[in-house]
């Protein structure tokens, strides 16, 4: 039977969502769904993980280097751990993105980016070419799983369970000192979270200006969405990186996704590929997007985003 | 100060990936490759040091098979002064990867090295990684602004929440992301120039031990494709569906 070790991400206190997909992920995979909450002080953290539908315990670790999440020092600390464990799993978030290859590498294991299918314990479907292509990959019996989750294609199964057993545990691993956590420069507002919003309104290089993007946010406000973007948008400086959806930004799967003045290049849709409905507002009749909208509207978005703002 | 830029050949980005009908992989024959697009930020960023007189040598590095050496002169064009090719026909997942670049830092002694976030064919995301792992070295990901002061690094990298900055020692693996610059265009004498500089060879078997490909690729499928919908005329036709979908 598997024996699974998730890792949680958290910041400030509050786990994230995305900790609960995977733990949705190792359900699939079959077996003892163990939490592991890298902390420095409290246990918000782990009490909170402990409520996740599936999970057998929850393992908070202290130590004071955890106050910010570094690959560098946590990675050490899990793969001191790791050794009983058939699967190390996190999900495929900035988070778990950086820290997971430097926590195989240690174990000397390799690893599978991003599973958006479980096979059986040991086979998974991910995706290649931005999504372009799925692989079913095999890990060989004589390494541990080591893999993050595919946020988009896991939902947290709904409602709480009591809460599983806590066990404080402290770091056992030397941890080096090379990596200084500097800051952290955050714009979100009041907005819901785009990996977490149901519904989304991005805007693309047809925006024509920074100033314009207001038309987008109009819009998500009247609808309680989240604010995405292109790459363009972002490269523009009209927007901060972390509304970039994508291949290369964020991977999303809202109910309804609005793309006004958005082309549609592959990149971009290898982060909307799960998403319910996909509304596409583009002045050009040939561009890509529609080849993919549910409901497609070729016309100006300067005149259509007012418009629908304020007849909703 | 050395650097050393790591380089991957893949299927260049404007491609339209296809599906092979019996699942072997996608089609690569007749296929337009290229630098990895995140590899040649790495490369712009390696000369940039170099033209700021930070760094003083940039070496670039692909595993890969001969035609990889194409993509080697592409780097060299750019201004890297050297380059060296770890020559293997069959796949290099990334912990090979890993190892085998760990053999050639050990060789060549940088006190940077740059490479991609991730190469646009396995969107793996781990070289970098593995590699700062197996070295002991820090590393500073999705690099956005990279600052070097004396023996460390200010590295601005693109996180979900926001913009996170770290403060590395040296020597550090940093992975660019796509707004860290904008790679310069190459011109024709640059490729001519890139002709003489030196191009070694290594094997991958003498770098790196082992199996290249521990995890088995059983199948490639083609993803389930979105079929295009309706087209609607008007902003009251628009917000009139999003009704009877029950969406707005
Ligand atoms: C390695 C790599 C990774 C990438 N990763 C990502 C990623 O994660 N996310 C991403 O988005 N991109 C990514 N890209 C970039 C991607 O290839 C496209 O360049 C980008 O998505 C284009 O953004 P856009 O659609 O806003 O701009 P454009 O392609 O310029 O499209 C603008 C659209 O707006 C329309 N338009 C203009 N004016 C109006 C108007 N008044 N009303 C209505 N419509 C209008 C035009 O018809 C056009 O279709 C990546 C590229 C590479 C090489």
Not at chain 1, 102 to 130: C, E, G, N, Q, S
Not at chain 1, 145 to 158: L, Y
Not at chain 1, 204 to 230: M, N, P, Q, T
Not at chain 2, 209 to 234: F, L, W, Y
């Amino acid at each position: 039977m598997s024996n699974i070790l998730v890792i949680a991400e958290h910041a400030n206190g509050q786990l994230n969502n995305s900790t609960a997909r995977a733990v949705a992920c190792a359900k699939a995979i079959g077996g003892e769904v163990t939490v592991l909450a890298l902390t420095a002080s409290g246990d918000e953290v782990a009490t909170a993980a402990a409520t996740i539908a599936g999970v057998s315990n929850v393992i908070n670790l202290q130590d004071v280097s955890n106050g910010h999440a570094l690959a560098a020092t946590q990675a050490p600390q899990i793969a001191a751990i790791a050794d009983g464990y058939s699967h190390v799993l996190a999900p495929n978030s900035t988070f778990g993105k950086d820290l997971m290859p430097r926590v195989a590498a240690l174990m000397d294991a390799p690893m599978v980016t991003d599973i958006m299918a479980v096979h059986d314990a040991r086979t998974f479907d991910r995706p290649v070419y931005a999504g372009n292509a799925i692989t079913t990959v095999k890990v060989p019996d004589s390494v541990a799983v080591v893999a993050t989750v595919r946020c988009a294609s896991w939902a947290p199964e709904a409602g709480e369970q009591a809460a599983a057993a806590v066990e404080s545990s402290a770091n056992s691993a030397a941890l080096p000192t090379h990596t200084r956590f500097v800051g952290l420069v955050s714009e979100q507002g009041d907005r819901p979270d785009l990996q977490a919003a149901d519904r989304v309104v991005s805007g693309g290089r047809g925006l024509g200006a920074a100033e314009h993007f207001a038309l987008v946010e109009g819009l998500a406000d009247k609808l309680g969405a989240a604010v995405g973007a292109s790459r363009a948008a972002v490269d523009s400086g009209w927007v901060p990186n972390d509304l970039q959806v994508g291949q290369t930004g964020k991977i999303i799967a809202p109910e309804l996704y609005i793309a006004a003045g958005i082309s549609g290049a592959i990149q971009h849709l290898a982060g909307i590929k799960d998403a319910g409905t996909i509304v596409a507002i583009n002045k050009d009749p040939d561009a890509p997007i529609f080849e993919v909208a549910d409901i497609g509207l070729v016309a100006d978005l300067h005149q259509v985003l007012p418009e629908l703002t304020n007849a909703l | 100060m050395k650097v050393l830029v790591c380089v991957k050949r893949v299927v260049d980005f404007n491609t339209r990936i296809q599906v092979k009908s019996d699942g072997t992989g996608v089609q690569l024959d007749g296929v337009k490759f290229s630098m990895n697009p995140f590899d040649e930020i790495a490369v712009e960023e390696a000369i940039r040091l170099k033209e700021a007189g930070i760094a003083s040598e940039v070496v670039a590095v692909s595993i890969g098979n001969d035609k990889s050496q194409d993509t080697l002169r592409s780097a060299l064009a750019m201004g890297a002064d050297s380059a060296v090719l770890i020559n293997a026909d069959q796949e290099v997942q990334p912990l090979a990867a890993a190892k085998a670049l760990k053999t050639v830092v050990e060789q060549q002694q940088p006190k940077l090295v740059l490479m991609g976030k991730q190469a646009i064919d396995d969107d793996a995301n781990q070289t970098g990684q593995m590699l700062a792992a197996l070295l002991g070295w820090p590393q500073a990901t999705f690099a956005s602004e990279l600052v070097i002061d004396g023996d460390t690094a200010n590295v601005t990298r693109e996180v979900d929440a926001g913009l996170e900055t770290l403060n590395v020692d040296l020597p550090a693996v940093v992975t660019s992301d796509l707004r860290l610059n904008e790679p310069r265009y190459i011109k024709l004498p640059d490729i001519m120039k890139a002709k003489r500089k030196p191009l070694d060879t290594l094997a991958m078997a003498d770098v790196a031990g082992g199996e290249t490909a521990m995890i088995e690729t059983v199948k490639t499928s083609a993803p389930p494709q979105r079929q295009a919908g309706i087209k609607v005329d008007s902003t009251e036709a628009l917000l009139a569906e999003l009704k009877t979908r029950n969406l707005v």
